[in-house]
């Protein structure tokens, strides 16, 4: 009797998904229409309102997700290139009414092609982060490092979009969203996935990436790594996932599981 031949992993590309959750990419919304409100600006002028020192690999990524998001309006193409707000992002930016602003906000969470597939699938009840890595590397043509950091983002968004499930409750997944946000880069293909930026160009952009060793009372070390230093509002964010993490990474004791 012979072997079976082991399924094949992916190389090559990811399919395209944004490389930023929903809520970084309404930041970068929000900074862009504090200087240019619904203008049509070049792609290096938005770049720098972000900080980005060229319109290198990691801007271009972050253009990109917001694309993918549908915050983000592109006309012209290569150096003539230039981009608005999308009347989407005016909705979650400025209206006055919060339903409708809630409303953009989950739209936008499932724009992108692969975080509609999840969702149509799972809605709010994803199995583990062991049998999504297995079947976005074996049936969905994820390399695995594009899954490893697809899970997180996706997870995050769907979060922070605060979807609703077939029976109309919000029932928010537990939250893995990554400690440094990759910006995707973007080339004429748009059904492939960018690839990581290099470390020179993450130095061009003036990102300095840190690891950070924090012990434990009972359990070893937490390493935090991750571009510093960062915002204000950037660690408050950080704060408030890790808080919405905590049932999946905090250990209930038979004590207080039972109440008493």
Not at 10 to 29: C, F, H, M, V, W
Not at 69 to 77: H, I, R, S
């Amino acid at each position: 009797m012979s072997e079976s031949t082991p399924a094949k992993k992916p190389k090559g590309r990811s399919p395209a998904y944004p490389s930023i959750n929903l809520e970084t990419a309404i930041q970068r919304a929000r900074q862009l229409y504090d200087k240019e409100r619904h203008y049509l600006t070049p792609m290096s002028t938005i770049a720098s309102h972000w900080g980005y020192r060229s319109l290198n690999g990691a801007a271009v990524g972050a253009i990109a997700a917001l694309k993918k998001y549908g915050l983000l309006d592109q006309e012209g193409a290569g150096q003539d290139r230039k981009a608005k707000l999308s009347e989407l992002a005016d909705v979650i930016l400025v209206h006055p009414d919060e339903v409708k602003r809630k409303a953009a906000i989950r739209e936008a969470a499932l724009r992108p092609p692969t975080h509609r597939e999840m969702w149509e699938k799972y809605h709010n009840h994803l199995p583990s982060e062991q049998n999504l890595l297995w079947e976005l590397t074996r049936d969905r043509g994820f390399t695995e490092t594009g899954a490893k950091e697809f899970i997180p983002i996706y997870r995050a968004t769907i979060a922070f979009a605060q979807l609703e499930d077939d029976n109309g409750t919000s029932e928010p997944a537990p939250t893995l969203a990554p400690l440094e946000f990759r910006d995707d880069r973007e080339d004429d293909d748009e059904d492939s996935q960018p690839e990581r930026p290099s470390t020179r160009e993450r130095r061009q952009a003036g990102e300095t990436a840190k690891s950070y060793n924090i012990p434990l009372i009972d359990n070893g070390a937490i390493t935090v790594e991750g571009q510093f230093p960062v915002t204000e509002r950037d660690w408050s964010q950080f704060i408030a996932v890790l808080t919405a993490m905590k049932p999946g990474l905090v250990a209930v004791s038979p004590d207080e599981g039972s109440g008493s």
